[in-house]
T-cell receptor, first 111, second 112 residues
Framework: QKEVEQNSGPLSVPEGAIASLNCTYS??????FFWYRQYSGKSPELIMS????GDKEDGRFTAQLNKASQYVSLLIRDSQPSDSATYLC???????????FGSGTRLLVRP | NAGVTQTPKFRILKIGQSMTLQCTQD?????MYWYRQDPGMGLKLIYY???????DKGEVPNGYNVSRSTTEDFPLRLELAAPSQTSVYFC???????????FGPGTRLLVL
């Protein structure tokens, strides 16, 4: 079983819609959760981090965490073509220095 | 601040050749990481370091070596290049207090 799983996509949404990206993880000791955005040919950049159950909002982005279900999601409201990218979910155990990455979900926002 | 810099941007190697991928950060970060990313895949950790003189293996260390003689530099060495090492290599760094990793622009390596 993969440690961090994401649907590879592509997830295609029209401009202005809500894009919902999902991630599940296998290690119940995981404490820190991150969403990175990666444009084609570029390096990953952090867009959201979440550490406790519930929702965390930052502008058009909302991260949702449910540790009991081992599930973390990213919602992008009012999606723009510039949001088209691969979104990587990453998970860290509290005692570890390391991030475990999922394989990413490719998002396409249609004008 | 330049952040995390990597050289070269692109390199073609022949099977059996060796090379060093350079990574430098000017943010005084203690923690540094090397990842590889194969097409359509996520990032796999090769090696990491929590400070000068301290390194440890990640998920996929075979075929690679690292050293950390200074806080700023974390070079990755490939001794006998193999086609399976064709990938994009990213270096990242962070402070001990903050968990955000900052990534360099990457090195694209092709082994033929």
């Amino acid at each position: 079983q993969k440690e961090v799983e994401q649907n590879s996509g592509p997830l295609s949404v029209p401009e202005g819609a809500i894009a919902s990206l999902n991630c599940t993880y296998s290690d119940r000791g995981s404490q820190s959760f991150f969403w990175y955005r990666q444009y084609s040919g570029k390096s990953p950049e952090l867009i959201m981090s979440i550490y406790s159950n519930g929702d965390k909002e930052d502008g058009r982005f909302t991260a949702q965490l449910n540790k009991a279900s081992q599930y973390v999601s990213l919602l992008i409201r009012d999606s723009q073509p510039s949001d088209s990218a691969t979104y990587l979910c990453a998970v860290k155990m509290d005692s570890s220095y390391k991030l475990i990455f999922g394989s990413g979900t490719r998002l396409l926002v249609r004008p | 601040n330049a952040g995390v810099t990597q050289t070269p941007k692109f390199r073609i190697l022949k099977i059996g050749q060796s090379m060093t991928l350079q990574c430098t950060q000017d943010m005084n970060h203690n923690y540094m990481y090397w990842y590889r990313q194969d097409p359509g895949m996520g990032l796999k950790l090769i090696y990491y370091s929590v400070g000068a003189g301290i390194t440890d293996k990640g998920e996929v260390p075979n075929g690679y070596n690292v050293s950390r003689s200074t806080t700023e530099d974390f070079p990755l060495r490939l001794e006998l290049a193999a086609p399976s090492q064709t990938s994009v290599y990213f270096c990242a760094s962070r402070t001990s207090a903050e968990e955000t990793q900052y990534f360099g622009p990457g090195t694209r390596l092709l082994v033929l």
